[in-house]
Each structure stands twice: as structure tokens, then as C-alpha cells.
């Protein structure tokens, strides 16, 4: 954090950048309740400002009008409910027609006492699903960070009843049943249209298989004081959501006035085969766009004259290739070896068959990023004790499927992706990225940047070879920086999804090609450096 001074430390850029970028689990948030709470902000305070927020933004995205004005109010026992009784009452106020369903006889104090608030007003309150009145929209306010078991029975079946309703719904903080840290649905889960994330982003809700409860997911900071949040997580708090600062700070923008190729640093790929010619040009052109100041190719030498037609500026090495065409052996330029190159990037369309190769280059000294058969290769020559010689930096870039064959003792990767990828960090040394709807980057201290914003445009076939060209690209002008390793996969990994949901936007989901993803790089920086 830069020097702010104590006074406007809550109010200052650094706060919103800090708060933007923390990621927390439900006991952290306790936590930070707790220490709130112990300095005097009384519950129902809190709980009144938060709740406020939340209805100052549901009249944002529900305006009241001729269409819209009947609302559902979803209550749970807790302070969830507590938060949705709240917005119950000022929606009321604001002219909207209020119902609110609950079937919980014990309720806590606070929401007791709102529930019973809400009566005297004469809000329709109901406790069975049956003569529900019809709405317009729905709030759940079931359950938040304090659910603590799977959902069972009536509030499972009501919750299944709400989502065949096909209503918009906007969750208070979590969608009910969703797991803060996990995002596991717990029995069932409210499939939310937009979650207001209340104070500080939850773990739960960048978990991959969360996404489809989550809808739209938008934070509601109640001025969480900053030493609160630094007294639990510490002043680098290990989780953090790649944000455009963060992201555009790894680049290496602007370039010094003096330069020349050299220094702009020198890539190695190490890729293609006879079957997978595309794989080479796809990984060279998103090196390309990286800024790179020089990019040397070794493809096999049948591919050589079809990269040079692609990339004219680029070196290509032709080497000797096997009968099927896959790279036999790494025959560098004269006086060049591996020592020539800032960072090497190796792997998309190699095939199996190029196992020698990827043996080289992690006996190397160079900083290294593996990727589809360059990861296939690691895992059949044995993920940890083949890195474990290794001293310079390397980046795993695998989806689940490569993950799973590189790590097959972690627990499912499936179940907490940011847990996996973090013991796979750990347990490697390496940095490692687990491609994904919401991209996981972890190194071996524990730190993991998630990246939490994608588009589903970007899942198909050469989308990966882009961005390992680009990483490459990225970490060998980094080389001679200070930068951490992870902060540059982070920056890779926005910037390549930054170009697929502007490539989307312009072409439809459907239109993001590999090909057409490396033409929208280079205007996805500029317009986020605007
Ligand atoms: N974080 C903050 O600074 C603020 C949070 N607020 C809101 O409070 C909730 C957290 O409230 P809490 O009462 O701790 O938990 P929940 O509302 O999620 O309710 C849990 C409640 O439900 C019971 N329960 C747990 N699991 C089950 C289950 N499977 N079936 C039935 N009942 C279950 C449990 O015993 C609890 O009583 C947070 O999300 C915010 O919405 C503050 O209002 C504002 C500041
Ligand atoms: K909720």
C-alpha cells in the first residue's frame, strides 16, 4: 500500500484497489465482523447501513414502474435475513408491494424483531409456499456466510420451487446454499440473476462450478475500515482477485525511450508437429502480441516456411523431425544455445512423442512455461521429482484434465480448484495456473490470484496456445524486472480474457477463434489503459 496517511486511509484509492482485490473466506469475514462489532458498531447498525446500500442498488437494477413493482422477499434465521427483512421494509417505503416468505419458527434476535416490524407495517408475510402471491422479482435473503450444513427438506424444496419460478432473483451476499469458500451447492442453491456481495468478495463465489448460481456478482462496500480487514488477512493477503491495475501494472508499459530488440527481451517457443501446425502458429502470434522484443520458433523443419509466412520478423528454426513429424531434436543457430534466451515456452502441438525435448528444456537454467504436451510429457516423466531439480522459474499452464494427469494425488480439482492448484504450487515449486471459467494462479507460498472475469467465447480449441505464446511473451520482457513470476501469469491470463470478451462483444460468443483472439490483444490494452 502506498503512504496514506492514517486519516484518509478509508476513504483513499489504495482502499478501494485493496478492497477490490481481497478475497475471503467465511471465517475471515467473522473475523472482521467480530472486530467491528468488539469496537462499538452496534449489530443492528451495521446492519441497517448494509441493508440500505443493498436497496439504494435493487432500485438501481429493479426501478420501480407500471411493471415492475411487486417484490419477494426470501427470509432465513439469520442475519441474512435479517439484511432482507431490512430491504423489505424500505422497499416498502419506496412504494414497491412487499411480500415476504419465511418458514423458519426460530429466528435470531435482530431478525425477530425486523420480522415483527415488518407485520405491524402490514407486509404480507407468509410461512407455507401455498397463495404465494405473484412477483416481479425475488431477494434472497436465506442464508449468507453462516450456512453451515446441507440445506434438507422444506427450505430445499422451497428453494427448488423459487428457481423453477424463472423470476429474477438477487441474492444478499451468497446465493442461499452455496458454500462461502468452496462455492459447493449444498444441497440445493438459489440460482441467483445478480449477488451483492456484501463488504469483501467471498471465495465461494470464484469458484468455477458457483458460476451458474452466482449470475452477476457485485460487491456492496459498507466502509469495512481498512485496518480491520489488515489486522485478519495481513497487509498481502494471500487470495486476490486480478484486478485492471494490478493487471496493467505487470506490463511492460510504457517502453523506455531507449531500447533496442535485445532488450525488449528474446522468447523461445518450442512447439508444432506435422498434425499440429496450427498449435505453432496460434502460440507464435500471441508471443507476438506480447511486445516481445525478439521471438525464436523451433517448429519442425517442414513447418519452418509456413511460421515464416505467418511471422516474417520472427526466427524460425527448422529442426530434425521424427517420421511423424513431431520435433526429434532441438537444433539451435550456431553459437546459440538455450543460455541465448530470456524465457522458453514449450509444449502446444508437440505431441507425446517429443519427450527429449521437454526434458531439455527443464534441465535448463531458463525460466520456462509448459503447456498442453509439454505438460502431458512432465506428467508421464513424474510432475514432482522431474521439477524438483529445477532452480529457475517455471509456469504450468494446464486445464483440469492436464491438471488432474499432473497432480492425480490432489484432491479433486473439481471439488476447491483454489485449494488444488495451491497444493500443486506448493507441492512443485512452480507457478501454476489452472485454466479455467475463472482462472486460478497460485505460487508455492500460498498466494493465488483468480482471475474474475472470463467469457465462455474463450473455450475452444487454440485459445490456450494464445495465451501461452503471450505469457512467454510477457515473462521474457520481464526477465530482467523483479517482477513476481505470478504477477506476470496474472496479467497474462487478464489480458488474454480481457481480448476474448472484447472480441465477443464485437462477434458474439461464438465468433472468438483462436486466429481472430490474437487480433483483438493488442486493442484490449489499449482500451483498458484508457
Ligand atoms: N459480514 C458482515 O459484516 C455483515 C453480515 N451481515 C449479514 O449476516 C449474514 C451472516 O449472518 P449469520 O446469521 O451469521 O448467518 P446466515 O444469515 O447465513 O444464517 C445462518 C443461520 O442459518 C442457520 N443455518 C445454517 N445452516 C443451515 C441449514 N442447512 N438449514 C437451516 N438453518 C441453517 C444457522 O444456524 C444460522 O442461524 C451475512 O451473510 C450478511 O448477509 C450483516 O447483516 C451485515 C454485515
Ligand atoms: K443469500
Given at each position: 500500500m502506498e503512504n496514506a496517511s492514517p486519516i484518509n486511509i478509508n476513504h483513499s484509492q489504495n482502499r478501494q484497489e485493496y478492497i477490490s482485490q481481497v478475497v475471503i473466506t467465511a471465517g475471515q469475514m467473522r473475523d472482521i465482523e467480530g472486530r467491528i462489532f468488539a469496537a462499538g458498531m452496534p449489530v443492528a447498525a451495521l446492519m441497517e447501513k448494509v441493508a440500505g446500500l443493498i436497496t439504494l442498488r435493487i432500485q438501481e437494477l429493479f426501478s420501480l414502474s407500471r411493471n415492475i413493482y411487486r417484490v419477494g422477499i426470501l427470509v432465513g434465521p439469520g442475519h441474512n435475513g435479517g439484511d432482507a427483512l431490512v430491504v423489505a421494509r424500505e422497499l416498502h417505503f419506496r412504494g414497491y408491494e412487499v411480500w415476504i416468505y419465511s418458514p423458519f419458527s426460530k429466528l435470531k434476535e435482530l431478525t425477530?424483531?425486523?420480522?415483527?416490524?415488518?407485520?405491524?407495517?402490514?407486509?404480507?408475510?407468509?410461512?407455507?409456499?401455498e397463495q404465494l402471491p405473484n412477483c416481479d422479482f425475488l431477494i434472497d435473503g436465506l442464508f449468507g456466510f453462516g450456512l453451515e450444513r446441507p440445506l434438507t427438506d422444506a427450505i430445499a424444496s422451497a428453494i427448488n420451487h423459487f428457481n423453477e419460478w424463472q423470476k429474477p432473483i438477487i441474492s444478499i451476499d451468497i446465493p442461499s446454499g452455496l458454500h462461502t469458500d468452496t462455492g459447493e451447492v449444498l444441497g440445493t442453491a438459489i440460482c441467483a440473476t445478480y449477488t451483492l456481495c456484501l463488504g469483501l468478495w467471498?471465495?465461494?463465489?470464484?469458484?468455477?462450478?458457483?458460476?451458474?448460481?452466482?449470475?452477476?456478482?457485485?460487491?456492496i462496500d459498507f466502509d469495512i475500515p481498512f485496518a480491520d480487514v489488515e489486522a485478519i488477512l495481513g497487509n498481502t493477503p494471500k487470495i486476490?482477485?486480478?484486478?485492471?491495475?494490478?493487471?496493467?501494472?505487470?506490463?511492460?508499459?510504457?517502453?523506455?525511450?531507449?531500447?533496442?530488440?535485445?532488450?525488449?527481451?528474446?522468447?523461445?517457443?518450442i512447439c508444432g508437429s506435422r498434425r499440429y501446425a496450427g498449435g505453432?502458429?496460434?502460440?507464435?502470434?500471441?508471443?507476438?502480441?506480447?511486445?516481445v522484443g525478439m521471438l525464436s520458433v523451433a517448429v519442425?523443419?517442414?513447418?519452418?516456411?509456413?511460421?515464416?509466412?505467418h511471422l516474417p520478423e520472427a526466427l524460425i528454426i527448422g529442426c530434425p523431425e521424427t517420421e511423424s513429424g513431431a520435433i526429434l531434436q532441438l537444433q539451435l543457430p550456431e553459437n546459440t544455445d538455450l543460455s541465448s534466451f530470456n524465457a522458453i515456452a514449450c509444449g502446444p502441438g508437440l505431441t507425446r512423442e517429443a519427450t527429449p525435448i521437454v526434458r531439455e528444456v527443464i534441465e535448463s537454467d531458463r525460466t520456462l512455461v509448459l503447456d498442453a504436451d509439454g505438460l502431458n510429457i512432465l506428467a508421464q516423466l513424474g510432475t514432482i521429482p522431474t521439477l524438483q531439480q529445477r532452480q529457475a522459474a517455471t509456469?504450468?499452464?494446464?486445464?483440469?484434465?492436464?491438471?488432474?494427469?499432473?497432480?492425480?494425488d490432489i484432491s479433486d480439482a473439481k471439488h476447491d480448484r483454489i485449494q488444488a492448484v495451491r497444493e500443486a504450487a506448493a507441492q512443485t515449486g512452480a507457478v501454476v495456473l489452472l485454466k479455467g471459467a475463472r482462472t486460478?494462479?497460485?505460487?508455492?507460498?500460498?498466494?493465488?490470484?483468480?482471475?474474475?472475469?472470463?467469457?465462455?467465447?474463450?473455450?475452444?480449441?487454440?485459445?490456450?496456445?494464445?495465451?501461452?505464446?503471450?505469457?512467454?511473451?510477457?515473462?521474457?520482457?520481464?526477465?530482467?524486472?523483479?517482477?513476481?513470476?505470478?504477477?506476470?501469469?496474472?496479467?497474462?491470463?487478464?489480458?488474454?480474457?480481457q481480448a476474448g470478451i472484447l472480441a465477443a462483444q464485437e462477434r458474439t460468443e461464438l465468433g472468438v477463434d483462436a486466429l481472430t483472439l490474437t487480433q483483438y490483444l493488442m486493442s484490449a490494452v489499449r482500451i483498458q489503459q484508457c
Open positions: 425477530a424483531q425486523h420480522w415483527q416490524y415488518a407485520q405491524s407495517l402490514g407486509i404480507s408475510c407468509y410461512e407455507t409456499l467471498k471465495l465461494g463465489l470464484l469458484q468455477d462450478h458457483a458460476l451458474e448460481y452466482v449470475g452477476k456478482a457485485e460487491l486476490k482477485r486480478i484486478t485492471r491495475k494490478t493487471a496493467l501494472a505487470s506490463l511492460p508499459l510504457p517502453r523506455p525511450a531507449v531500447t533496442h530488440k535485445y532488450k525488449a527481451g528474446h522468447l523461445l517457443l505453432a502458429i496460434l502460440t507464435a502470434l500471441g508471443a507476438r502480441a506480447s511486445g519442425p523443419e517442414s513447418l519452418k516456411s509456413i511460421l515464416v509466412s509456469v504450468l499452464t494446464p486445464h483440469t484434465g492436464e491438471f488432474q494427469r499432473l497432480f492425480p486460478a494462479i497460485a505460487n508455492s507460498q500460498g498466494v493465488v490470484w483468480i482471475n474474475p472475469e472470463s467469457t465462455p467465447a474463450l473455450a475452444r480449441g487454440g485459445s490456450g496456445d494464445v495465451l501461452t505464446g503471450l505469457l512467454g511473451g510477457l515473462l521474457a520482457q520481464a526477465a530482467t524486472k523483479q517482477l513476481p513470476i505470478e504477477n506476470i501469469v496474472a496479467t497474462a491470463a487478464w489480458w488474454h480474457s
